[in-house]
């Protein structure tokens, strides 16, 4: 099994920053991919940000491209999220996901990211 536990949300006005982390524990090893996902109210969970770090890639969706950052420090086993240029449309719960390489198996449990007009 492994635990994911994010922090760093919050509430922040628009154009403001905020760094997510996400500490991963527990069975780690062969989690390649790791990825960050968002559910604002009334809509889908979307992927906004991945990274794979057995290939070295990273994904961002369009909406995040130039604001949005994932990064990972394997020997913490954290993920973070470095976002700015915040806007409202931003505003959600943003989740932590893990898995083998291809696939998302383990999710914590959100954190609320809020930006204020």
């Known amino acids: 099994q492994v635990q994911l536990v994010e922090s760093g949300g919050g509430l922040v006005q628009t154009g403001g920053s905020l760094r997510l982390s996400c500490a991963a524990s527990g069975r780690t090893f062969g989690m390649n991919a790791m990825g960050w996902f968002r559910q604002a109210p009334g809509k889908e969970r979307e992927l906004v940000a991945g990274i794979n770090w057995s290939i070295r890639s990273t994904y961002y969706a369009d909406s995040v491209k130039g604001r949005f950052t994932i990064s990972r420090d394997n020997a913490k086993n954290i993920v973070y999220l470095q976002m700015n240029s915040l806007k409202p449309e931003d505003t959600a719960v943003y989740y932590c996901?893990?898995?083998?390489?291809?696939?998302?198996?383990?999710w914590g449990q959100g954190t609320q990211v809020t930006v204020s007009s």
């Open positions: 996901a893990a898995g083998p390489s291809g696939q998302y198996v383990y």
